[in-house]
């Protein structure tokens, strides 16, 4: 995936009507996202786990807690537009890669590479992907400054 194409997900919302839509772009402008922070980041991981490996990401070692209060935020604003709860617990990480079809990325991730750096988030963005037909696309729909 490009470096344009990196993400955190707060929450994945799937295919979404345009009057949710606006729910969820309304409860996310009134709610209390705070100010911008620092993420750093650390080791590569990937999910669901690295001998069936979908998704490649990068770990942090910084600025994980603000993820996660986003995250919930996200979360509660899902829930108040007619989402049913997330069933998985929220891992804050930033994708770099989803593989397909699923491959062992085990040997890179026992070599323990450290990813020390950082950069500062400034915004949630609500994304639309469009998957198919080759790599995936993403359209801004609405940013919220933090």
């Known amino acids: ?60 070692t910084k600025g994980g807690e603000r993820l996660c209060e986003l995250a919930a935020i996200a979360e509660d604003v899902a829930r108040n537009a007619g989402f049913a709860a997330e069933a998985r617990a929220f891992k804050p990480h930033l994708t770099l890669s989803r593989i397909d079809p699923p491959q062992s990325i085990a040997s890179l991730l026992e070599q323990n590479h450290r990813y020390d750096f950082a950069m500062t988030v400034t915004a949630v963005i609500l994304y639309r992907s469009k998957l198919g037909g080759g790599p995936a696309t993403y359209e801004e729909v609405a940013r919220f400054a933090l």
């Open 1 to 60: 995936m490009a470096p344009d194409k990196w993400h955190f997900t707060l929450r994945f919302l799937g295919a979404t009507e345009s009057e949710t839509r606006d729910k969820i772009i309304a409860g996310l402008s009134s709610a209390r996202l705070g100010s911008g922070f620092q993420v750093r980041f650390d080791l590569l991981g990937a999910f669901p786990n690295p001998r069936r490996a979908r998704i490649l990401w990068l770990g942090l």
